[in-house]
């Protein structure tokens, strides 16, 4: 059963999500044209979030995830997504197949 400070937290959380996502629709939406900066700022921001995904996995996922991160990017560099993402998970089973984790 969840107390009532966990159901205040996700609540919270939800409202502050709400909150920030309608914020920066009615921010963009005031403006007759997107500044240079905030543009570059709005572009930058996938790279943030996938980094900020894919960097403590990197870091705290143990030897075989840190491997596998490492050969994904470099086949990323020469083929499609679909296929790196194949062979990165082709990978990583076998490689715990083989070492046991």
């Not at 996938?50 to 870091?59: E, G, K, M, Q």
């Amino acid at each position: 059963m969840m107390d009532i400070t966990f159901s205040l937290t996700i609540l919270a959380a939800a409202l502050a999500t709400f909150a920030t996502r309608t914020g920066g629709y009615l921010l963009i939406k005031s403006m007759k044209t997107i500044p240079p900066r905030m543009e570059a700022a709005l572009n930058a921001v996938p790279a943030a979030v996938l980094t900020a995904l894919v960097a403590p996995s990197f870091v705290y996922g143990g030897i075989d995830v840190t491997i596998t991160l490492i050969l994904a990017l470099l086949i990323g560099l020469r083929a499609p997504t679909l296929t790196m993402l194949v062979m990165a998970w082709a990978f990583v089973v076998a490689l715990r197949q083989m070492t046991g984790y």
